[in-house]
């Protein structure tokens, strides 16, 4: 069950244990507050919050032991950015990876486009490059480059 992020945050800033046990997350509150002799008050869980809203509870319980187990956390509580790289190398995660800007299909059918044209492709491998709407090309031949012209051709096949 992924929680609603407004209501996780609200749910938090209202200190309300009903709201944050029906969105999944006493679970995560109080193992966190179990690891360490440090307090844990309610604000301190926000930024867990923020970075795991989107996930399910017991992925992000499975991070938190997998950081404890593996002493990454140096003994201490894990900060959610410690969790952040272990729930995105879960598997089975339903979260789409990002594109990069020159991945995005329209970056790609602008270079695909430009290449119809009879644009040229890099041929010089520079690693000076430039964007322009997210189509790559190269700053000492003004190619497409090579990567990004090869992904373009493909995704028309």
């Not at 109080?30 to 309610?42: D, V, Y």
């Not at 938190?64 to 950015?81: E, F, H, K, L």
């Not at 990069?100 to 119809?116: F, G, H, S, V, W």
């Amino acid at each position: 069950m992924m929680a609603d992020k407004n209501e996780l945050i609200q749910a938090i800033a209202k200190q309300d244990p009903d709201a944050l046990q029906r969105l999944g997350w006493t679970k995560i509150a109080n193992t966190l507050k179990r690891i360490s002799a440090r307090t844990f008050g309610w604000t301190d869980l926000e930024p867990y919050a923020q970075m795991g809203h989107h996930r399910d509870p017991d992925e992000i319980e499975e991070a938190i032991r997998q950081v404890v187990t593996t002493n990454a956390s140096n003994g201490y509580r894990p900060t959610a950015a410690q969790l952040a790289p272990h729930l995105a190398t879960r598997t089975g995660s339903n979260l789409p990876t990002p594109l990069r800007p020159d991945q995005q299909p329209a970056a790609l059918q602008r270079a695909k486009q430009l290449i119809t044209d009879g644009h040229p492709i890099c041929q010089c491998r520079s690693v000076n490059l430039r964007s322009n709407r997210g189509v790559l090309a190269c700053s000492e031949c003004n190619g497409i480059e090579q990567g990004q012209a090869d992904d373009a051709l493909e995704q028309a096949e």
